[in-house]
Every structure is written in structure tokens, then in C-alpha cells.
């Protein structure tokens, strides 16, 4: 059985991290480093935007050659993006810079910028604070929360877990850390997820497995429905370990799913509940649609909407919203036999019947919504399709940090 | 040449229009008629949402079968949306009620809903107004106006407008009125625009250019993103100016095909301008792009960002968010070739240089978006596509609307 014990990014065995201020914002951390004692194979997403971050072509590139990898370098504060032919060459640098200081090649270096999109990286404090945190981290001064806590933007608390899981006779770990604010549309242009593990699993299933969980947790929330120029989810693994290689779907490797679900999972719940301006967490499960694909087309669609968002952010039972949202979803379903219910704090509320609306109380109602915790259940009677996704409401701080950002 | 002039779709020859407070609101006008006095051949465009309310049907039919009508009615206050085979009966009851009042069959009659998704209408308030509303309207006892007045929900003023255009000797007139005033995912659940003409047109060639015209000024709006249950757009034309009937695309088509386009793209923009709490009214135009598509897919994704439009609202010339926004639409195009400027009282700003930055002045930057309309200029150097829509930004009040709504 997986078990949830505390720990980061370094616990994991062979991994070390860390991360410190180096000047590129006024006063919080912007710099981490996590590197792994032994070559790591890894698996990752990375967005889909047309318009890429340096770091998002320099990781594909390295991922399309095969890795493996030793180390990832991350600033925030600066994203790096549209920053052209300067911004590549300073991208490698700092793939150069970590690859000196720990003793492997650049090629070995993942990278990722995190931050306002435009401006170009300062390099000279960037170098020195590479080379200055490599020291600190070799002599184990600092730990993965500390990194955590260096990819940050927006973020007001660091978003860190960590698993373990027996597979046979050994213990693996799996950990992970994450930063939003806003995901998929963030504020400051970045969701990043960083998981490691010590699990021995061959590279082609590692890369098979974290796109099919990433399709169901990082690409299942939503603050505010941007699709950045710097997303990115990273898996690492090492292989320390110990444990019988993974190279096929066997019981190790469904247990060793589990945990990296949810780790995943865990991470993007925790970038949706502090998404920007967030004062509600809300859950959409659909289920019964004809197919999985049509029923996370209607979950991402009630999510985004803001009208959806802004009933939530009023403790308002609109279902008449929700359901409108699913009409234009692009799924296919039939309106005359969905059923839709509110859920909070042990509470339910059933709002449709078979696509006509319950007569409710609206106390009860107002009272259910007040939870800062609701779910939304779409239950349809066609298939046995079903998907859920987590999101936040719309609330007048949303506006206030988007609209004041760069001023 | 086309010239604007005072009148409202009953200022076309043989139209008669009204409108009046029934109670369906609380004090508003909710109920609106209009009437031809020969029949008029139509065009229409309506949501593409699954979730569809009972007026949409209802035209659809009568679209489908071929037209031509006699006249539509409207209410405002309650949607006739998910509201089941009870809708539907309520629906043709207004219908017929229309009917039997002007004299026509309940298949003559359009009609269309509007306000709160979910409940039922107040039929005998609704038949006992139908009725006195006829009778006012048959004696000129109110005017277009009253019935641009009638279809509002939380529009702040009437969208309305007339032209005259000249067919070789005939003149024909051209009116419309239309509501928000949220759009493409409206708070009160509908865009509802309709257009009369005296013209004399054949039908296809009318419904081909409605659909034409709908595209780039209908669909290019958005408030919110949330494409309503109501949605829909009609063009009625009776014949009555008495010009040579059109049937095809020659001068004279060209002539009325300006007159239509400009009445509907006034009241497309009238609809963002008013839409909820906006602030800022924005124009984005894209040119260059490999395909119009592209160039329409662009532009409704910038629009459409939440991060874009609490930009324009923080009056901060955030330029990241508005090529983030591009990279996500799935227009294809390349960032390395992208200009960007904003516009606003006639002055203006480039951001963007073949897809880098360029520094600018601050001050400038802010003077200038604190400006109530805002261009937003994307010039790309790999085609002819081009494509211009238009939107609103995101307020407090946006929040403050939508959060309290139904309460």
C-alpha cells in the first residue's frame, strides 16, 4: 500500500536540492537546483502553446534525443519567453553553468523559467547564483522544500508532497513539488510540476505513463483557462531504488502508477486551490456520457466558465449556467436526461431531474454554497463515460491581481 | 450610398412594432412584438449550444419548412430554456396567441425568449399581454423603440439603428435592434438581434448573406465566452420598398449587402459596449495571417482571455498575454515574424518587433490605455487572412454582476 510520509523532492534516493534568493525578484526565492547522483530517465508534458519558452524547446529537444538527464535548473521572476535568439543563448548558459558546477554535460541539464514573459534573464547574478546554490546543495545545506519554495510566483504557499510505495521487497519514494498561480492561463505565465523518483522503470512506459496521468490531472484544472508559454511536468526517475526494473504493466508497475497519480494529482489540486484570487475549490465529476472524451470536454468547459466561476464566487445554485456550459462544450449528450447535483460539507442538492429543474430551498442551498469546498455532479444515463477536474471560482481579486500585475 | 437615419424596425415599409410591461419583470418593458404586413421571406443564424430553449426550436422549424412569416414575438425576463414539454406547449401558445391576434397561422410567427434559464412562463400574463400588445401596435400606439426596449434584460440602454439605401430609383430602408449584454456566454443567457428590410429579396441568397454577415459581426463578438441557449439572429425581409427583386450578386445585392453588414456590426458592437461591467470597449484586429480562419481564430482567442482583458482593465500594456493568447488559439503562425501595437485616442504604440519586445515609455503606454476604446493590432507577415472583433474587459463589476445575479 502507497503511504504519504513527509519528505520533497530529495527524499527519493541519489536526489538532492535546493533553492535560495539570488536576486532576480526583490526579496523571495528564485532559484532552484535538483540533481540526481545517477543518470535519470524521465518522462514529461510540455505546453502546447505555439509561442515556447527557450527552456520548453531546450527540454523537447533533450526529450527528443532520449535523455537521460542529471539536473534541472529553475528561476522564477523572469520567464524567458519572447525573448528570441538572446533568450536560447541564455537558456544554454544556464544549462552550461549547472553542468559545470555539478560535473555532467549541458545535455544533461533540463531547464525551466517561470515569471513575466519579455524580459530577457539577469545572467551574471543568474551564473553566480547557480554556482553559489551547487556548493550549497553539495554540502546538503539546503533540501527540496527550499526548492519548492524557489520556483514560486504568484504562489502563497509552496505546493509539496511525498509518497512511498512497496513494490515486492522494496521501498520506492516518489515526491513531488509545483507552483501555479494560475495554470492552465496563469498570471505570471507558468504551471511547472517537478516529480522524482528512486523507482528503476524502462523510459518508453515512464513517458507513456506520466502523458496518461497528466491527461487526467495537470490538463484537468483550470484558473483561468491560459495555456502558458512555460508549462511544463517532469518526471525523473533514478532508479536507486533498487527495485526489479519496470518494462511492463505488472503489479510493481500499476503500484508505482498509483503513487505517481497521486502525487500528480495532489500537486494539481494544489495549484487550482491557490489559483488567483481563488476563495472556492470546486470539483466536476461527469459521468455516464457516451464517452471519456465527451465527459472531460463538459468538466472543462464548466470549469472555465466564467459565469459558472462567478455563480461559485456568490453562493449562487445556477445550475442553469452549468448545464449551458456543457451544451457548448462540443460533447454530445442529451439535455432531457441529465441530472445535476450540488455537494458540500455533507450536504447534497439535487437542482435537475432528467434535465427539468428540482424545486429547492434556496436557504439550504445558499447554505451548501457557502462551504469553500463544493462539487458539482453531472450524472448522465447513456454510457459509461466519465472524467472530473478541479478548478476555482471567479472573485473580485482574480480581477485585482491581473489588472495590477506589472504595474 | 447608404445613409443613417432616424427610425426602428417598424420604420422599414409595412412593419409594426411595440412594447410593453406585461409583469413578467418587476417594472420593465418584457414584452415586444412585431409585425409585417405582407409576408416576409427571412434569415436567421441561432446558438449552436445542445442545450437549446423552446424558441429555438420553434424558428428552426420554421426555418427549416421554409418560412415566409408574419411577425415575431419576444419576452424578456424568463429564458423558456430547460423547462421540458411544458416549454414547448408555453412556446407554441405564444405562438398562437400571436397569431390569432394578427390574424396569421401560429406557423407565421417567430419567437423568441429571454432571461432566467429553468422556470416556467407566466402564460396568462403572457396572453393577456400578446393581446393588448396587438391591439396597441395595430392602432401606432408605440414605436420600434418600445419594442428594442421590451427584449432588454441587463442591458443599461437600447441597441437600435437605421439605414436607407438606394436600389436604382427604390429606396430601401434597413433597421434593427438587438440585446445583450453578456454575448458569446451572456449572464441573462441570450444575444437576441433583429434585422427588418422592405427589400425585395430571394430567400436563399438572403439566408446565405445572413450566415455570411453573422460570421463576421455576430461571432465576432464576446463578452464572457459563454454561447447562450437563446442565442439567435433574424433577418426579415417583406418586399414593400418594391425594388427589382434580388436574386442575385449584382450592384444592387452589393448596396444591400453594405446596409445589413453595417447595421449588423453596429449592433454587434453596441452589445459588447454594454456588456456586463465593461469598462473599456476593444477593437483586435489581425492581418497577415496564412488564412482568415487563423486571423478569426486569433482574434476571438484574444478576446476571449481573462488575463487579456483584466489587462486592458488594469490599463497595462501587458503585450505577453496578448501573444500567450494567440499561441493557444490553434491559428498557426509564427511568432518570430508577430507585430503588435495598441491604438487608442489617436495614439500609438508598438510592443512587438518581428516577435521581440520593443522598450517603451511607461507613461506613454499608460496614458494611452487609460483611453475607453482600445485597438488591439496584430500585423503577421505570411498571408492575406485578416480578421477584426470586438470585446470588453474584465471589471470588478463583471464579478459583482454575475456573483449576484439571481440572489
Not at 319 to 337: E, K, Q, T
Request: with cysteine; aromatic share 6%.
Amino acid at each position: 500500500m502507497m503511504r504519504i510520509i513527509e519528505g520533497a523532492v530529495n527524499t527519493p534516493k541519489g536526489y538532492k536540492a535546493g533553492g535560495k534568493h539570488i536576486g532576480i525578484k526583490r526579496k523571495r526565492k528564485d532559484l532552484s537546483l535538483l540533481c540526481s547522483e545517477r543518470p535519470a530517465v524521465f518522462g514529461a508534458m510540455f505546453t502546447t502553446n505555439i509561442v515556447k519558452a527557450a527552456c520548453v524547446n531546450w527540454n523537447k529537444a533533450i526529450y527528443d534525443q532520449g535523455g537521460p538527464v542529471r539536473a534541472l535548473v529553475v528561476n522564477s521572476g523572469r520567464a524567458n519567453a519572447c525573448t528570441g535568439v538572446q533568450g536560447m543563448q541564455d537558456n544554454q548558459a544556464m544549462a552550461e553553468t549547472t553542468a559545470a558546477a555539478l560535473g555532467c554535460t549541458p545535455e544533461e541539464v533540463l531547464v525551466a523559467s517561470t515569471g513575466l514573459i519579455g524580459s530577457l534573464l539577469p545572467m551574471d547574478c543568474i551564473t553566480a547564483g547557480i554556482q553559489g546554490l551547487a556548493a550549497d546543495i553539495d554540502r546538503e545545506m539546503l533540501s527540496g522544500l527550499d526548492a519548492a519554495e524557489g520556483i514560486m510566483t504568484t504562489d502563497t504557499a509552496i505546493k509539496n508532497v511525498a509518497v512511498e510505495v512497496p513494490l515486492g521487497d522494496t521501498v520506492v519514494t516518489v515526491a513531488g513539488m509545483a507552483k501555479g498561480s494560475g495554470m492552465i492561463h496563469p498570471n505570471m505565465a507558468t504551471m511547472l510540476s517537478f516529480v522524482t523518483t528512486d523507482a528503476d522503470i524502462d523510459q518508453s512506459l515512464l513517458r507513456r505513463t506520466v502523458k496518461a496521468i497528466g491527461r487526467d490531472t495537470y490538463n484537468m484544472i483550470s484558473v483561468d483557462g491560459d495555456t502558458s508559454t512555460n508549462d511544463m511536468a517532469i518526471v525523473m526517475a533514478n532508479g536507486m531504488a533498487g527495485n526489479s526494473r519496470i518494462t511492463e504493466e505488472n503489479s510493481d508497475y500499476w503500484a508505482l502508477y498509483e503513487a505517481l497519480q497521486y502525487v500528480s494529482e495532489f500537486l494539481a489540486k494544489e495549484v487550482v486551490k491557490d489559483g488567483e484570487g481563488a476563495s472556492k475549490f470546486l470539483e466536476v465529476c461527469v459521468q455516464g456520457s457516451v464517452s471519456h472524451d465527451d465527459a472531460r470536454k463538459m468538466v472543462k468547459s464548466i470549469l472555465t466558465s466564467n459565469l459558472v466561476k462567478t455563480a461559485m464566487f456568490g453562493e449562487d445554485a445556477n445550475w442553469g449556467r452549468v448545464l449551458c456550459a456543457m451544451g457548448y462544450s462540443g460533447a454530445d449528450f442529451n439535455p432531457d436526461r441529465t441530472c445535476l447535483e450540488f455537494k458540500a460539507g455533507g450536504k447534497s442538492l439535487r437542482v435537475i431531474e432528467d434535465g427539468l429543474p428540482v424545486p429547492f430551498d434556496e436557504e439550504y442551498a445558499y447554505a451548501l454554497l457557502q462551504n469553500s469546498e463544493i462539487v458539482i455532479d453531472v450524472i448522465l444515463q447513456e454510457g459509461t463515460g466519465k472524467a472530473v477536474g478541479w478548478g476555482c471560482d471567479l472573485s473580485y481579486d482574480y480581477v485585482k491581481i491581473n489588472g495590477e500585475y506589472r504595474s
